[in-house]
T-cell receptor, first 119, second 117 residues
């Protein structure tokens, strides 16, 4: 089945530094990827939709200069948290639609997530 | 207004029994998709089952079935023969519009399922 790889799984950084999270579709081409944020015991909140070769579409209330998204190829999207602060500490998870296979293309497959802790 | 509502923050079920997790949705689109995902403590999101708005039959995937009642706008997940490994958070999600028109998912608040031995 479709596999999405996300790295790193956990990162601890100092306040003011930037952190990059990668999301790769391993066995299919993903023209669209999605980035979500999740606080403990809460739902997933969509941050932005990432389209290959174009600018990301951010949800209302998400700072695009804070959360930089790049979708440079059909298999890779990156989320960079710039000048991270403790309030940015959260679980970030990406997802991608499952390629052109009719058996999977209506489904979204998720990476394993990244736990970001900003000290 | 909430697009996806899961009214059960937590549920308990005895091992080997069946359990139903509730989900209601709100949309004016004719074409949409409904999903259930399982999230264990490790954090990964595991796809369980999908129901398209035009699918006339309820979706089934092994021990999982989706009780789709379109007129009531509900999409309840039924897990048969619960196992200890089923203990996790369960999220209902909806995609408004056809999958090739964007495809972003909106998630419900989640239900934490605990299976008792």
């Amino acid at each position: 089945g479709a596999v999405v790889s996300q790295h790193p799984s956990r990162v601890i950084c100092k306040s003011g530094t930037s952190v990059k999270i990668e999301c790769r579709s391993l066995d299919f081409q993903a023209t669209t990827m999605f980035w979500y944020r999740q606080f403990p015991k809460q739902s997933l909140m969509l941050m932005a939709t990432s389209n290959e070769g174009s600018k990301a579409t951010y949800e209302q209330g998400v700072e695009k200069d804070k959360f930089l998204i790049n979708h440079a190829s059909l298999t890779l999207s990156t989320l960079t948290v710039t000048s991270a602060h403790p309030e940015d500490s959260s679980f970030y998870i990406c997802s991608a639609r499952g390629g052109v296979n009719p058996a999977t293309n209506e489904k979204l497959f998720f990476g394993s997530g990244t736990q970001l802790s900003v000290l | 207004a909430q697009k996806i509502t899961q009214t059960q923050p937590g549920m308990f079920v005895q091992e080997k029994e069946a359990v139903t997790l509730d989900c209601t949705y709100d949309t004016s689109d004719q074409s949409y998709g409904l999903f259930w995902y399982k999230q264990p403590s490790s954090g990964e999101m595991i796809f369980l089952i999908y129901q398209g708005s035009y699918d006339e039959q309820n979706a089934t995937e092994g021990r999982y079935s989706l009780n789709f009642q379109k007129a009531r706008k509900s999409a309840n997940l039924v897990i048969s023969a619960s196992q200890l490994g089923d203990s996790a958070m369960y999220f209902c999600a909806m995609r408004e519009g056809a999958y090739n028109q964007g495809g972003k998912l909106i998630f419900g608040q989640g239900t934490e399922l605990s299976v008792k031995p």
